[in-house]
T-cell receptor
Framework: NAGVTQTPKFRVLKTGQSMTLLCAQDMNHEYMYWYRQDPGMGLRLIHYSVGEGTTAKGEVPDGYNVSRLKKQNFLLGLESAAPSQTSVYFC??????????????????FGDGTRLSIL | GNSVTQMEGPVTLSEEAFLTINCTYTATGYPSLFWYVQYPGEGLQLLLKATKADDKGSNKGFEATYRKETTSFHLEKGSVQVSDSAVYFCALSDRDNYGQNFVFGPGTRLSVLP
């Protein structure tokens, strides 16, 4: 049971470099999310997707781009990394019950995180 | 909009002490409520959930009851262990015409001393 898999687990970048974080889920979930977690700041939503081919901005989207070309994958891109983007990044996914009234809201499932340092 | 408030940490307890972490919420609809736990160096794991009023979620000795009248979902454990040291997040999920919404509390760090 893989669940939500994030790659890479660790990465060190220099300011101005670019990179892509990959999130893959094998639960056929419609929703996928990218969060960043910083000391004392809790979880902050960067971008999310409600389905293949759709993305939307979260609370802190600046400096990041995302793509959801396949339902199982959600990519987070940093075009020009900055030290302020040093953080732990978490991907999550969830099942959407749609408008069915007797189905409860389902929890998010999280990956193990990517620890990103930008020098 | 929806929000979740948790008690400020850190919380430090001795082994076998009773634990309560308070969580209150505001929501316009009928949310589901969750507690997540994050151990050092790991991602968030679902600890327990409750989907309607008066439901009690339980797992690994932890319990929380969905109290609609007080809009609360307090986490309790009768006897904590050193291995329970972690950060605990209260969260809610709601759904409107636009889709599913999740809101997390800021997290409460628990340290259990032997």
């Amino acid at each position: 049971n893989a669940g939500v898999t994030q790659t890479p687990k660790f990465r060190v970048l220099k300011t101005g470099q670019s990179m892509t974080l990959l999130c893959a889920q094998d639960m056929n979930h419609e929703y996928m999310y990218w969060y960043r977690q910083d000391p004392g700041m809790g979880l902050r939503l960067i971008h999310y997707s409600v389905g293949e081919g759709t993305t939307a901005k979260g609370e802190v989207p600046d400096g990041y781009n995302v793509s959801r070309l396949k339902k199982q994958n959600f990519l987070l891109g940093l075009e020009s990394a900055a030290p302020s983007q040093t953080s732990v990044y978490f991907c999550a996914s969830s099942y959407d019950r749609g408008a069915r009234p007797f189905y409860s809201n389902q929890p998010q499932h999280f990956g193990d995180g990517t620890r990103l340092s930008i020098l | 909009g929806n929000s979740v408030t948790q008690m400020e940490g850190p919380v430090t307890l001795s082994e076998e002490a009773f634990l309560t972490i308070n969580c209150t919420y505001t929501a316009t609809g009928y949310p589901s409520l969750f507690w997540y736990v994050q151990y050092p160096g790991e991602g968030l794991q679902l600890l327990l959930k409750a989907t309607k009023a008066d439901d009690k979620g339980s797992n690994k000795g932890f319990e929380a009851t969905y109290r609609k009248e007080t809009t609360s979902f307090h986490l309790e454990k009768g006897s904590v262990q050193v291995s329970d040291s972690a950060v605990y997040f209260c969260a809610l999920s709601d759904r409107d015409n636009y889709g599913q919404n999740f809101v997390f509390g800021p997290g409460t760090r628990l340290s259990v001393l032997p």
